[in-house]
């Protein structure tokens, strides 16, 4: 039997975008035609909640559609945003820098990116840490200039929310917008039944099987780079990412940020994946090429069989294909 139910499998790999929630916007039509400096600041009060996985999403909309994007690392932890992209490609906050160095920094290292991404350590919004102010004092100065800034308190099925959120709203809500991104880490979508109470817009950020997640942080890079280069043998691997960050950016609250351009590159990877898939990509491994090839074909077998009226012999057509299908797929998946 394969391990998990065929439409929870197909999820990440479906040609159609998932029917996703409404929410109000955050930026309107001008996001589009305005060149307004946008600042996102994503934030978790646990590590491993996808704070990382948000900002790596945030920059491949900005970077696909045209925007010159600084990305800044303000985790002193290992799950930073230099760690999965490189070094190189960030520009690194020490928790020590003081308030003072503010007008000086934006001026050195912001003043012409268009989109800056501000990944935080996790918890660090409640700590009393130099960074901290660092941080505020910069925000304001942009936010004074003329830039959006949006606060992205990403939950996840794993990590407490009780008064994260709250948190988070009552200390930067005079600053800009806050965005609770919730991240389906474990595919159960059990968030907490207090988010659903809370007034801030909301977004999907999905579920990226963990084999599909290994090809992402295989290549420490910026995702929007590893989406318009993908590796010879995880074509079908990076088609997969592009349909997570297009249903991502189709959502109400941050499809006007997206805009039309990275829309369109996102819609023509993702378009070269294929379509439903019968078992769960689970390690690298699993992720190539030819073993999504079979998990697919596997997948279409099975389809075959479950056809409405069939005669027997389309029915026993349909069965000899599918135990040569599944059987070629489980020996791959073993190899």
């Not at 197909?10 to 039509?29: E, K, Q």
């Not at 942009?142 to 407490?160: H, K």
């Not at 991502?248 to 941050?254: D, E, H, T, W």
């Not at 409405?308 to 059987?327: C, G, H, M, N, S």
Request: with cysteine.
């Amino acid at each position: 039997m394969n391990d998990q139910t065929p439409a929870a499998a197909s999820d990440a790999l479906s040609n159609n975008p998932a029917r996703l929630p409404s929410a109000a916007t955050l930026f309107g039509s001008d996001a589009r035609r305005t060149p307004q400096q946008t600042i996102f600041v994503t934030m978790t009060p646990k590590g491993g909640a996808g704070k990382t996985e948000t900002a790596d999403a945030l920059e491949a909309l900005a970077s696909l559609g045209g925007r010159e994007c600084l990305l800044v690392d303000v985790d002193d932890g290992n799950r930073g945003l230099g760690r999965r992209v490189g070094s190189e490609e960030v520009v690194k906050i020490p928790w020590t820098t003081s308030a003072t160095d503010a007008a000086a920094w934006i001026e050195r290292d912001a003043a012409t990116a268009q989109c800056l991404i501000f990944d935080l350590g996790a918890g660090i919004d409640s700590a009393e840490l130099p960074v901290m102010a660092f941080l505020c004092s910069t925000w304001r100065i942009l936010r004074d200039r003329g830039a959006r800034i949006v606060f992205c308190a990403v939950v996840s099925t794993n990590a407490p929310t009780s008064t994260f959120v709250q948190r988070i709203d009552r200390n930067f809500g005079m600053l800009g917008d806050v965005l609770i991104v919730c991240n389906n880490q474990d595919g159960s979508k059990a968030f907490p039944e207090e988010l659903a109470a809370r007034h801030e817009p909301q977004i999907d950020l999905g579920q990226l099987p963990a084999g599909i997640q290994a090809v992402r942080l295989s290549r420490r890079e910026r995702l929007s780079a590893v989406l318009q280069n993908p590796q010879p043998e995880y074509q079908f691997a990076s088609a997969m990412m592009a349909r997570r960050i297009l249903n991502f950016a189709v959502q109400a609250p941050i499809s006007d940020f997206a805009g039309p351009e990275a829309l369109r590159t996102l819609e023509e990877a993702a378009s070269r994946g294929p379509g439903r898939i019968f078992s769960v990509i689970r390690t690298r491994a699993h992720a190539r090429d030819a073993v999504i090839t079979q998990n697919a074909r596997a997948a279409a077998a099975e389809d075959a069989l479950l056809l409405p009226q069939l005669d027997d012999a389309q029915i026993l057509a349909a069965a000899k294909d599918f135990r040569r299908e599944v059987p070629a797929l489980r020996r791959l998946l073993r190899s």
